[in-house]
């Protein structure tokens, strides 16, 4: 137990000190300066840009960013969608994987294309080799791409004293997948290829078992897509049990690698923050509140899973392992723990474990993690979801001492209040609403019985509190773009395909446009020169009023639901 402490202990040191160095060079990348991957990457970009014909000097006010965001997302939907109902005819499918249902290539496409991953299909049976590589990894790299060009464009407003260019989305989204991502996967996939990942294009093998059986194998471009599934805090395996899969993550260093690269973005982006804006108190301040939500949520989960389950404790049984249900012995309840705390933190939804086989505190936990969804956050859309609670924090404080909310030299007025309230209200509006219609007609399984190819009832193989877990999991992730689920939820079919998707749609997008909108109307307003009244936004106590902004917020919206779910769940055990 003790070793599981200390692996613990050093997955997420190392990814704190990897992430610092990481944040200083995306600072240096989206201010434009020198790096050492220039001579590789500087023709390639030119040459790019000049195909394309686009001028990556040029720089956009905010709304021509998102637009500019916003069809290139519409375009690569249009090709994933191709690309999945049609796969059984492309090339590249040993397997003769069949076409995806229109129902399920929306609701995977989608998924996808906003960085959420969130797998109704088993990727060994589900998709061919080419939907893997062209559609899917395709979308993992320019979705995480789009949303680290997004949180650059907020990066340059907040810099501004006054105005409305900020920058040029093609480029931070070109540098984000060329200077950052590729590079960094490279490392991890050949990590994993030297510790027995396959990455090839052969079909299925044969292999007989110690104990005799004989199984068919999959294979095939497993390692690199698994490499920026977790870098890109993507999630989507490439096998149907994602990272709890041997040949996904095969022994304790791949694990520890690939938690570590759940982790690096989303805290280096932070630290990016603050060399970009030569503020390093402010970014400090922001990683701490974001390091002391991480370790309240994923503490108790930890002690939970090594503790193991009371209720079998009580019988006499040897929990020494801690709960073991729905885990990798070769990995262990330590390790389960801080991945499932790493990957809600951070939208990332790749999993090494069954969250379903929590322990009920902790499946509460993890669904709190994704509820807040502002803890590290995915790549540069975790940064803008803290964003709001900062706006929100800040025009409290102001309020509390009579003062004009002030925030980096703006002045913060209705108009940015108006969004950061709907962005912060959008994400339980989507999850409950989910959630009260996932309930009726669980419990009304006649009504519109196609949506559910014949019974909703059949969705649950857990009545009762678990199950209503279960349900509560699939639209907290799917709100979070985190892509993770209880699995005892049977989801592929019309009613959560459909649904779901149009949460990861809203959910995705209206988050983005409005963190953007309020950086771009602040942005182009007069800069306010600070005074001995002004607001300190980088000090601890700035940071405990956004830690408890935080804490109220999903408190207020999501305790009610939780406590119908897992905390009653917990109870029973007793």
């Known amino acids: 137990m003790n070793q599981e402490i200390i692996g613990v202990l050093l997955i997420f040191l190392l990814s704190v000190l990897c992430a610092i160095p990481l944040g200083k060079y995306i600072a240096k990348v989206y201010n434009g ?48 969608m191709f690309v999945l109902m049609n796969q059984s005819w ?10 995806m249902t229109p129902d399920l290539a929306f609701n995977t496409t989608i998924s996808f294309v906003v960085n959420c991953n969130l797998q109704h299909y088993s990727g060994e049976t589900g998709v061919s080799y080419f939907s893997q590589i062209f559609a899917l990894m395709f979308l993992q790299f320019v979705s995480a791409g789009t949303g680290m060009a997004m949180g650059a464009v907020v990066f340059r407003a907040m810099r501004e004293k ?50 005799g059986d004989t199984v068919q194998v999959s294979r095939g471009p497993a390692a690199a897509m698994i490499a920026i599934k977790q870098l890109g805090t993507n999630g989507g395996g490439y096998f149907g049990v994602n990272s709890a899969h041997p040949l996904e993550n095969p022994n304790y260093i791949t694990n520890a690698v690939e938690n570590i690269a ?12 603050g ?29 939970n899973e090594m503790n193991g389950n009371p209720a079998i404790t009580q019988l006499g049984i040897d929990q020494s392992m801690g709960n073991m249900e729905g885990k990798e012995v070769r990995l262990g ?77 703006k002045k913060i007025e209705a108009r940015e209040m108006k969004l950061a309230m709907i962005v912060a209200l959008l ?66 079919n019309p009613f959560w395909n459909i649904t779901t998707g149009i949460v990861l749609i809203l959910s995705r997008y209206i988050p983005i446009i409005g963190s953007v909108a309020i950086a771009g109307l602040l942005a182009a307003k007069k800069h306010v020169p600070e005074s001995a009244g002004t607001l300190k ?38």
């Open 333 to 409: 309840a330590g390790a389960a723990g801080i991945w499932g705390v790493s990957t809600t933190a951070t939208s990332c939804g790749s999993v090494n474990a069954m969250h379903d086989s929590f322990m009920p505190l902790s499946g509460a936990l993890l669904m709190l993690d994704m509820m807040i969804n502002a803890l590290y956050g995915g790549v540069g859309v975790g940064f803008l979801n803290f964003y709001v609670f900062i706006i929100i924090a800040v025009f409290v404080s102001g309020l509390m001492v009579g003062r004009t909310p002030e925030f980096m030299g």
């Open 262 to 273: 759940i982790l690096i973005i989303p805290i280096a982006f932070v630290f990016a923050l």
């Open 162 to 211: 006054s105005s409305t260019a900020l920058g040029n989305f093609w480029s931070y989204f070109l540098k984000s997948c060329t200077r950052i991502l590729l590079p960094i996967s490279l490392v991890i996939a050949a990590v994993l290829v030297f510790n027995g990942t396959p990455n090839n294009i052969g079909g299925k093998d044969t292999i007989v078992t110690l104990q």
């Open 427 to 492: 994400h339980p509006f989507l999850i409950l609403v989910g959630m009260a219609l996932a309930s009726y007609f669980a419990a009304n399984d006649t009504a519109m019985g196609w949506w559910f190819n014949g019974n909703a009832t059949g969705w649950l193989n857990n009545p009762g509190f678990h199950g209503f877990s279960e349900m509560l999991y699939e639209y907290t992730s799917s709100a979070a773009n985190n892509g993770s689920g209880f699995e005892g939820l049977s989801d592929n």
């Open 275 to 303: 060399y970009y804006l030569k503020r390093q108190k402010l970014a400090w301040m922001i990683f701490g509140v974001m390091t002391l939500g991480f370790i309240c949520i994923g503490a108790p989960i930890i002690y």
């Open 90 to 99: 492309l090339p590249w499918n040993p397997d003769g994987n069949p076409d």
């Open 537 to 574: 936004t980088d000090t601890a106590t700035f940071g405990i009023m956004v830690f408890a902004v935080i804490a109220i917020v999903a408190a207020l919206s999501f305790f009610p639901a939780l406590a119908l779910g897992p905390i009653a769940e917990h109870f029973i055990l007793f």
């Open 33 to 80: 300066d020198k790096t050492w991957l220039d001579f590789i990457f500087n023709p390639i970009e030119k040459l790019l840009f000049k195909i394309s014909g686009i001028n990556p000097l040029t720089d956009m006010t905010w709304q021509q960013q998102l637009k500019a965001m916003l069809t290139l997302n519409a375009v690569w939907f249009l090709w994933c």
